[in-house]
């Protein structure tokens, strides 16, 4: 099991040095686990040729194994020894097992790759590139770019969140202490500006007050005799 860095109480640096550390170790897990499928590679090829003897189509060995029809087709035309022969029930329980690991092998992958895309944030927050992590990792870099721009579209809209709330709320922007009459009415008209400005920046639209009738006594009074 592989623990997440940046634990509380520690500088910048050392969180740093433990991301690195985590994703060393996601590099050295995916090496196994290529390891391991390359290994079993050959075991599927050779089943495939099986079915493909057994009179099993191509579509079919495909289907059943979960590999694409060109990949089946390629490792078809290539084949360049003899084939021990099965029977077709026997070839196809054979393939549904392949199909089986490579779901299991499938959701393994989504798993590494999840864990590595855990410590986004945290690689950014200290400061390492998305091309540090993709060399770290093993990953692909446009594969890196493309989960660094998805983190920072997350950010930028809580930040985005964060600043129309605080503008409509009026918290982030309180007068400063100590301001004669004519700096204090200065920075109302100022602060109303940015206000603006930041809601025009989002396309939105300060509040308006709505215009409500107004209140005549004379007038209710006139009603409440008449209810009488």
């Not at 029977?87 to 690991?101: N, Q």
Request: glycine share 4%.
């Amino acid at each position: 099991m592989i623990k997440k860095p940046g634990l509380p109480r520690k500088t910048p640096e050392e969180v740093a040095s433990e991301v690195r550390v985590f994703l060393t170790r996601i590099q050295r897990r995916r090496k196994r686990f290529r390891a391991a499928d390359e290994k079993h590679l050959r075991e599927v090829r050779k089943r495939v040729l099986e079915a493909v003897w057994a009179g099993i189509g191509h579509e079919d060995v495909a289907k059943s194994s979960g590999y694409a029809l060109k990949t089946v087709s390629k490792w078809v035309a290539r084949c360049r020894v003899a084939v021990q022969e099965v029977e077709i029930d026997t070839a196809r329980e054979r393939l549904s097992i392949i199909h089986a690991r490579r779901n299991r092998m499938a959701a393994e992958e989504l798993r590494i790759s999840t864990k590595a895309r855990s410590v986004i944030r945290k690689a950014m927050g200290v400061g390492i590139p998305a091309t540090e992590f993709a060399e770290i990792t093993g990953y692909e870099l446009s594969t890196v770019e493309r989960w660094f721009a998805s983190t920072r579209r997350v950010l930028l809209q809580a930040h985005r969140r964060w600043e129309i709330a605080s503008v409509r709320r009026g918290k982030a922007n309180r007068p400063p202490q100590e301001l004669s009459p004519v700096e204090y009415d200065q920075w109302l008209v100022q602060d109303d500006q940015r206000r603006k400005s930041m809601l025009r920046k989002y396309g939105l639209q300060p509040r308006r007050r709505r215009n409500l009738p107004r209140f005549n006594s004379a007038r209710w009074r006139r009603r409440q005799k008449r209810g009488r």
